[in-house]
């Protein structure tokens, strides 16, 4: 029997499609780049205790110059990935909990309360885990070190599970670990920075407020900011705050707005396309018609007008920070060296322990106890056909916590190899144990009928 609506049918499902195809690219994405970063991971670890283990460490501290002038800044190329390229991860991140909290899953209090609230529970409770462990001890500063989820190792381990994860699920655990990541960049701003350039925070602040009158007055230019971009990390950087915190500033400020709504574009896409097909009607080149390439640029024009310049810096850098960035952090980061006397002792080392107990418990633990308070509390509901059994098990995903959490690490315990190694093992153990206890309990509940 035929459907009695047909058309109007194709209509809802096609509309459905393009309402949810930008969240179902940007998880197919992060899953893959999961993948990679894995793969990254094992390489760092192989060529770190490998015969070669030694050059694993002077690769990453071979000095890099950049400057103008007589102006020359010299790092190790260790800290131009973590201090450089992570800016650009940070500006990304930015970008993407300002756009959810204008339009994604974080947009209003009866979206974001769910994610939001669990995920403070999922920062919350890690903390105080590993606080359990090293209060007092060497080890006090590294609690903000299991807080943070990683987005593209959780969602490359859904993607391994295919459709026993069910999308709303997906859709939940990504507003958790951008909500996540909002909590990481403040505890990095305010609990890891030791020591304050008032003038350069002063002239990091000027730029800031340029930066948001250039969105006031309606700069949408990519150019402008780029240059203010690099301005304010180098203030920034120089300030005593940690570099990358820049680029999550910096996101704020950029342009949201379309300058042209979607009505307007239809309208003038369809007299450009007219145009366009007029002047081509007698099959000339492109090339040799002035007119007709006009219309092709007036139509490029209102398409960036469509667009937002947030959009498009996203579209931009989502890649090369997905396929690129993140990869060679890990990469630079990842190396342990296991032989060694030693390297049982910073296994069982209460650095060690406090991390992989608060990914691996602290951070499941959180999540679910915090969201059924909310929900007891009539804060927030369970995700439609969304069981308490498959939100602890997607909740295990967040104590993935690798890339934020070696970042933190970086900063808790810089000057400090033996902690550095125990965290290190730490942050493997807990986001190893938690990838595989979630992938367990969604293969369990698949079978269950």
């Known amino acids: 029997m035929q459907p009695k609506y047909p058309q109007k049918e194709s209509k809802y499902k096609r509309s459905l499609q ?37 050059t694993y460490l002077h690769v990453w501290e071979t000095p890099v110059s950049i400057g103008l002038g007589n102006s020359i800044l010299v790092k190790s190329l260790h800290h131009w990935i973590n201090d450089g390229l992570m800016v650009i991860f940070f500006f990304v991140v930015g970008l993407e909990i300002k756009r959810e909290l204008l339009v994604g899953e974080l947009s209003s209090m009866k979206k974001a309360a769910l994610p939001v609230i669990a995920a403070l529970g999922g920062m919350i409770v890690p903390a105080s885990v590993y606080a359990l462990f090293n209060a007092g001890g060497r080890g006090a500063t590294g609690w903000g070190i299991p807080m943070a989820t990683d987005i593209a190792f959780a969602l490359g381990v859904v993607a391994l599970m295919g459709s026993r994860v069910p999308f709303v699920l997906k859709v939940f655990l990504t507003a958790l670990a951008i909500a996540d990541d909002l909590g990481a960049v403040l505890v990095i701003a305010l609990f890891y920075t030791n020591s304050l350039n008032i003038t350069m925070l002063g002239v ?10 250039g969105n006031h007055f309606g700069i949408r230019s990519i150019l402008f900011y780029l240059a203010v971009g690099i301005l304010l990390w180098w203030c920034v950087m120089q300030s005593g705050i940690h570099a990358t915190i820049a680029g999550a500033v910096l996101a704020m400020a950029v342009p949201a707005k379309e300058r042209i709504n979607a009505e307007e574009f239809v309208n003038e896409a369809e007299g450009l396309i007219r145009e366009f097909a007029h002047e081509t009607r007698e099959k000339t080149r492109v090339l040799a018609n002035q007119a007709a390439q006009s219309a092709v640029k007036q139509l490029e024009v209102i398409c960036e007008e469509v667009q937002t310049p947030l959009s498009r810096f996203e579209s931009n850098l989502h890649t090369s920070v997905a396929f690129v960035i993140m990869p060679l952090f890990a990469l630079a980061n990842a190396g342990v060296q296991m032989a060694g006397k030693g390297i049982c002792e910073a296994l069982f080392s209460s650095v060690s322990v406090g991390i992989a107990l608060g990914l691996f418990l602290g951070k499941p633990l959180g999540i679910v106890l915090f969201a059924w308070l909310a929900c007891k509390l009539n804060l927030a509901s369970l995700p439609e056909n969304v069981s308490w059994r498959e939100l602890i098990a997607i909740s295990c995903l967040g104590g993935i916590g690798f890339t934020m959490s070696l970042f933190v690490e970086n900063l808790a315990f810089a000057n400090n190899p033996t902690l550095e190694t125990s965290a290190k093992l730490g942050i493997f153990c807990g986001s190893i144990l938690s990838g595989l206890l979630g992938y367990l309990l969604f293969r369990i509940r698949s079978k269950t009928p």
């Open 204 to 213: 990091a602040a000027a730029l800031t407020v340029l930066a948001f009158l």
């Open 18 to 54: 393009t309402l949810l195809q930008p969240i179902e690219q940007f998880i197919t994405n992060e899953a893959s780049s999961g993948l990679l970063l894995l793969l990254c991971s094992a390489i760092a670890l192989l060529w770190a205790n490998s015969a070669g283990g030694e």
